[in-house]
Every structure is written in structure tokens, then in C-alpha cells.
């Protein structure tokens, strides 16, 4: 079965940094680009970064650019987003996600993990 | 970048009914727009992508249409586990872009 768990998140104040982990399995993850996509509280899906299959390709959404990093260890199946700078709305259940179409594609993500809450503030 | 619009933002309907959803790009967007449903709790499952093609498992009632900067998700016939949040997405080009939703409830 593929499926993807996240961890990682939890409380942190303003300005601090945290880093989400997204373990995969059932499928060859090198094989597929992967993504992580956000959702506030109450609010809709706010897509924040992708990455290609080998990890050489990264993108940002303007929101987050700068101060999160997508990364990906392929050895170890996992996905990574390190996140710094936080703010209050950064606030959200962050999903880890793989992409339906392969190494490069950055088209629909199937499935999502069951996501991780990330709270900022004092 | 490519905004999303979906109509309606919120829709009540029976069990039985057909329900029809639009999504509008602020400009095109070809083939690259996928329909992902979501209930309360949980993460959102993909049941359209490419405009029409249904995801491995989802029920052939829901079907997806259109071309351009138009398309729309259709239930043809409402079931009870169909009461959700859809939301329309594209990836024609970065930012990967959401509608804002559409949560379908029950008469």
C-alpha cells in the first residue's frame, strides 16, 4: 500500500524554525516528484513546495520562499521540509504528498499523507 | 499566477440528486486541472485529473469536463459518503494553485 506518514510538527514560537519528516513507502520513491501542500484552520489547500524525483529540481510558493527548504533523502525514503522564520500564519496541518505522474511531473498528488499541525505562536 | 475560482461556494442537495461544480482559471490552463474531494479530519483524496480522468477506485459517478479556463466535476447521482469539501487545482505552472472550495451539503 502506498502511503506517506509526516511528523515533526508541534508548537513553536515566532521566528522559530522546525523541520517536518515524510516517511514513505510502497512505492519506489525515487520514481516520483513529491510535494507539501498546507491547510490553516478552516481555511482551504495552499500548495508550498515540490520536489523532483532525484531532489535536484525544488520550488517554492511566494509565501514560504526563502525561509523553507524542500529536501528529500532518497536512501532513506524520506521527504523533509525545514522551516524557518516561522509565523503566525504558518499555522496549518501540512500534508506530504507524492505525485501521481513521476520524477518530474508537479501535476496531482496522490496520495496525502495524514498530515502534521504546525502551530506558531507565544 | 493562475487564480481559481470555484461556483458555487457552498451547495445543498438530497441523496439521488445530480450536482455540477465550475471551476474558472484566470487563464488557461490546457489539461492540467484535477478535482480532490475532502471530508472533515481528513486529507484530501484526488478523484479527477487531466480534466476527466478518473483516479483508480473513485465511483464512475463523478465525471469531470471542460477545456481552457473552464471545467466542472459532476455527481450524477448523490451518495451519502459524497457530502464533502471539492476542490478544483491546477499545474499548468507554478504556484500550483487550489480553488477555495466547494463544501456540498446535505439537504
Known amino acids: 500500500e502506498v502511503q506517506q506518514v509526516e511528523s515533526g510538527g508541534g508548537l513553536v514560537q515566532p521566528g522559530g524554525s522546525l523541520r517536518l519528516s515524510c516517511s514513505a513507502s510502497?512505492?519506489?520513491?525515487?520514481?516520483?516528484?513529491m510535494g507539501w501542500v498546507r491547510q490553516a484552520p478552516g481555511k482551504g489547500l495552499e500548495w508550498v513546495s515540490s520536489?523532483?524525483?532525484?531532489?535536484?529540481?525544488?520550488y517554492y510558493a511566494d509565501s514560504v520562499k526563502g525561509r523553507f527548504t524542500i529536501s528529500r533523502d532518497n536512501s532513506k525514503n524520506t521527504l523533509y521540509l525545514q522551516m524557518n522564520s516561522l509565523r503566525a500564519e504558518d499555522t496549518a496541518v501540512y500534508y506530504c504528498?507524492?505525485?501521481?505522474?513521476?520524477?518530474?511531473?508537479?501535476?496531482?498528488?496522490?496520495?496525502w499523507g495524514l498530515g502534521i499541525l504546525v502551530t506558531v505562536s507565544s | 499566477d493562475i487564480q481559481m475560482t470555484q461556483s458555487p461556494s457552498s451547495v445543498s442537495a438530497s441523496v439521488g440528486d445530480r450536482v455540477t461544480i465550475t471551476c474558472r482559471a484566470s487563464?488557461?490552463?490546457?489539461?492540467?486541472l484535477a478535482w480532490y474531494q475532502q471530508k472533515p479530519g481528513k486529507a484530501p483524496k484526488l478523484l479527477i485529473y487531466?480534466?476527466?480522468r478518473l483516479q483508480s477506485g473513485v465511483p464512475s459517478r463523478f465525471s469531470g469536463s471542460g477545456s481552457g479556463t473552464d471545467f466542472t466535476l459532476t455527481i450524477s447521482s448523490l451518495q451519502p459518503e459524497d457530502f464533502a469539501t471539492y476542490y478544483c487545482?491546477?499545474?499548468?505552472?507554478?504556484?500550483?494553485?487550489f480553488g477555495q472550495g466547494t463544501r456540498l451539503e446535505i439537504k
Open positions: 487531466s480534466v476527466s
Open positions: 487563464r488557461g490552463v490546457n489539461n492540467w
Open positions: 504528498a507524492k505525485d501521481l505522474c513521476g520524477a518530474s511531473c508537479y501535476a496531482w498528488f496522490d496520495p
Open positions: 520536489i523532483s524525483g532525484s531532489g535536484d529540481r525544488t
Open positions: 487545482q491546477q499545474a499548468n505552472s507554478f504556484p500550483i494553485t
Open positions: 510502497g512505492f519506489t520513491f525515487s520514481n516520483f516528484a
